[in-house]
């Protein structure tokens, strides 16, 4: 019993992921107490996220909880609605997300400065899905290809989810691969994103759920996967987690606006605490790789952000010492740098770190 004990608290020291740091702090314990948080409008917002909603679950580092998550507009998007009634909730929440986010879940001991890594230990669809894109003629700016698209179109699929496919049409078949398009923690007091109602004296006004920050937010990150950590800089006490915006299958780019969309029985998350550890902006890790994150209005910056936060993340890792000129060669051999979205006011690049490159035996 002791000898597995020990195999687990080392398993977990190997988790290298963090800058400045040579390994992540391990949890107190391998797993806490576990809780279930539903999805009903108490829990649910729509389309902001606000670091003065009460928290709806308060949790220790290294318990898990299942969350419930809803589909879009607090669960109306429903099979058999037409486009007009699409556009219809589009339009009933100026300046919000159309994404239902559950939440927020308030983890003790969590402060700014802090950071949080948020492990999914699995994910358990609902039975249906959708993708749409707005009609071009009344949103021009909203899909690569919005201009050519002028109208509107919806599709609603059953998920198998025995086989973990979607059925696009007869002859064209879609493997399931759920993830949160959003996964967050509480606001960034100074993200310069514009707040609830035009409010531009006060930092913990509401943030529209719509533009990805340092806080994570609105990523659509399709590596976030069961078996993935996400870590965040923390920027509200309680840390305040926030999941929603739920998908089964998404392209790199989510060209025409939106991805498999979806909802979730269950997502299980396990939030972890460290004040050991100082990040800027969230950083992934995947049993394969480590994801460097870059965002901006401008998909030529995110781009330069993600490709110097994954040359950060080299220059500072503790398993092989690299100078930065060191690092930068190397993530323009191996990096594989992604367009994560552009559909969401601010374009993601994710550049992802292959760990096989590390080849060091300890």
């Not at 910056?301 to 993340?313: G, H, Q, Y």
Request: glycine letters at 8%; proline letters at 8%.
């Amino acid at each position: 019993m002791f000898e597995n004990k020990k195999k687990i608290v080392a398993a977990m020291l190997l988790s290298v992921f963090a800058a400045g740091a040579a390994v992540a702090q391990a949890p107190e314990k391998a797993r806490g107490k576990h809780h279930k948080l539903p999805a009903s409008l108490d829990t649910v917002q729509w389309g902001w996220l606000d670091p003065k909603e009460s928290p709806k679950l308060k949790v220790e580092s290294g318990d898990t909880v299942s969350v419930e998550t809803m589909m879009h507009s607090h669960d109306k998007i429903k099979p058999g609605m037409s486009m007009e009634e699409i556009v219809a909730l589009r339009k009933a929440n100026p300046g919000g997300g159309p994404h239902s986010l559950t939440g927020p879940i308030y983890v003790n001991g969590a402060e700014p400065g802090d950071v949080l890594e948020i492990r999914i230990i699995k994910i358990v669809p609902k039975a249906y899905g959708v993708n749409f894109n707005l009609p071009g003629k009344d949103f021009p700016t909203i899909g690569a290809l919005a201009s050519e698209m002028p109208e509107g179109f919806l599709k609603f699929m059953k998920l198998d989810l025995k086989k973990m496919t979607a059925e696009f049409k007869p002859g064209v078949t879609i493997d399931l691969k759920p993830f949160p398009g959003t996964l967050a923690v509480g606001i960034d007091p100074n993200d310069p994103a514009p707040r609830k109602g035009g409010v531009k004296d006060d930092p913990l006004a509401p943030v529209s759920s719509l533009r990805p920050w340092k806080n994570g937010s609105n990523m659509d990150i399709n590596e976030l996967q069961a078996g993935s950590k996400i870590f965040f800089p923390v920027f509200q006490k309680g840390g305040l987690i926030w999941t929603g915006d739920s998908h089964c299958r998404q392209g790199n780019g989510e060209v025409n606006l939106t991805a498999l969309e979806c909802s979730y029985k269950e997502i299980v998350l396990q939030p972890i605490v460290h004040k050991n550890m100082k990040i800027t902006w969230p950083r992934i890790e995947t049993p394969t790789h480590w994801i460097a994150v870059g965002l901006d209005e401008s998909l030529d910056k995110a781009m330069v952000n993600a490709t110097r936060e994954a040359v950060d993340f080299l220059a500072e890792q503790k398993m092989v010492p690299l100078t930065r000129y060191e690092a930068y060669s190397l993530v323009s051999m191996v990096g594989d740098c992604r367009v994560s979205q552009v559909v969401d006011i601010r374009k993601g690049v994710h550049c992802m770190i292959p760990k096989s490159i590390f080849t060091k035996k300890k």
